[in-house]
């Protein structure tokens, strides 16, 4: 799919799409809860098509149209499916790796190449520390496990989902256990969310000190859920105030646990001057932080090693992709400097890099210069319709297939 873009200036009001983050907590918290729960404010996203496909592989049963989704775990961990397809959803393949494993039967999960090139290093330790099969192939881990429950030492520098993927099993654990975090831990705000959810389905989960987190086993009760606004997708909409847009998101609670609103201190500093910012705990925001340095003041981010292994190496593509309306940004191993740009029009089309924040970010930048993204469709992963919601904010933006 190819997106042109022309120049435009938004404004308006768009409300936030459902957090897919805490969706898929929501969701899988449901059918670990001993009950029949409805989940609502839902998004067919891919990444939440992906987990509920892989509930369902595991025996729950799941209804679900749209925006909600009624789960009866009645058959949960019990009837299961010998293959999941986690689509490109790095959340399902690594919240559900140590309920399979838990199972104690082998248990196949499939996904795209580049998910499965994505680090999964924690729970292949995990697994040679407590004699577990662990194979992994180009598209697919296949596991085979065994009793789940006790202390389990994580390195915290990788994921925050390895952490949450374990705090999930030891949930369904009748003894619970312990997870403890090897420094340094990054993502926190990632956990934060987990336990607020779980103590949401009455579960108990909780540090009981800075890098150590106890959990009760069957401790969740049924609950109805509602998905909170979504801080992550909100931000590429509070963006355009940055570029001389008036655009007001709603629906996002100044409660939440979510890291990524960690934006909203962060876009003054942009606008303000060149600033220096630390993304450790947030990167999700890398893409259009830097798109939105880029047409203000520059900046230099710190914490961004981690950026090399998401959707795609988003720190190179957005190097790849500034360049062509701009200058070329400085990668190093965790840090990323990004100049004050004179922007141009780009004589070639922007590449979406399978990658739906790098199509977002970029989608930014051409309000102001115009111009072409080939595989906008990346998108669909979290933010289906993002482009209509711009339209509706005055953006001019025109949508046809590559073949056309």
């Known amino acids: ?7 435009c200036r938004l404004c308006g009001e768009a409300f936030a799409p459902p957090s897919k983050s805490m969706a898929h907590r929501l969701i899988l918290l449901a059918a670990l809860s001993g009950g029949s729960c409805k989940v609502e404010n839902l998004y067919a996203s891919e990444d939440v098509l992906a987990m509920i496909d892989c509930i369902k592989s595991l025996g729950a049963k799941v209804s679900f149209d749209g925006q909600a989704a009624q789960i009866d775990d009645s058959a949960f961990l019990k009837e299961i499916s010998p293959s999941l397809n986690c689509r490109e959803s790095g959340n399902t393949l690594r919240f559900l790796i140590p309920l399979c494993l838990s199972t104690g039967k082998t248990v196949t999960l499939n996904g795209s190449k580049r998910l499965m090139e994505r680090p999964q290093e924690v ?44 705090i999930m099993a030891l949930l369904n654990a009748p003894e619970g256990g312990t997870v403890r975090i090897q420094p340094p831990f990054e993502s926190r705000p990632y956990v934060e969310m987990t336990l607020r959810a779980v103590s949401e389905f009455g579960g108990e989960a909780y540090f009981t000190d800075p890098l150590t987190i106890a959990v009760k086993g069957k401790s969740l009760t049924p609950k109805n859920a509602v998905t909170e606004g979504d801080y992550s997708n909100a931000a590429f909409l509070e963006a355009f105030n940055c570029i001389g847009g008036d655009v007001k998101v709603k629906g996002l609670s100044d409660a939440s646990a979510q890291g990524d609103k960690a934006y909203r201190e962060f876009f003054p500093k942009l606008c303000s001057g060149h600033a220096e910012i630390d993304i450790s705990d947030c990167p999700d925001l890398g893409p259009v932080l830097m798109a939105v340095a880029a047409m203000n003041h520059g900046a230099t981010f710190t914490g961004t090693r981690r950026l090399a292994a998401k959707e795609s190496d988003r720190g190179e593509a957005m190097r790849e992709e500034l360049k062509k ?3 070329e940004i400085i990668c190093r191993e965790n840090s990323i400097t990004v100049p004050t740009m004179p922007l141009k029009p780009p004589a070639e089309p922007i590449y979406g890099h399978n990658d739906h924040r790098i199509v977002m970010a970029m989608s930014l930048v051409l309000t102001k210069t115009g111009g072409e993204i080939v595989g906008a469709e990346a998108v669909a992963k ?22 056309c």
């Open 1 to 7: 799919m190819i997106a042109k873009i022309g120049k």
């Open 123 to 166: 729970y292949e330790q995990l697994c040679r520390e407590n004699g577990f099969e662990y194979i992994r192939s180009p598209g697919s881990v296949t596991v085979r496990g065994g009793h789940i429950g006790g202390e389990y030492v994580l390195d915290g520098s990788v994921s925050s989902q390895f952490i949450t993927g374990m």
């Open 325 to 327: 309306v701009g200058e």
């Open 382 to 403: 979290t933010f289906p319709n993002y482009f209509d919601v711009i339209k509706s904010l005055g953006a001019d933006v025109k949508i046809t297939e590559k073949d």
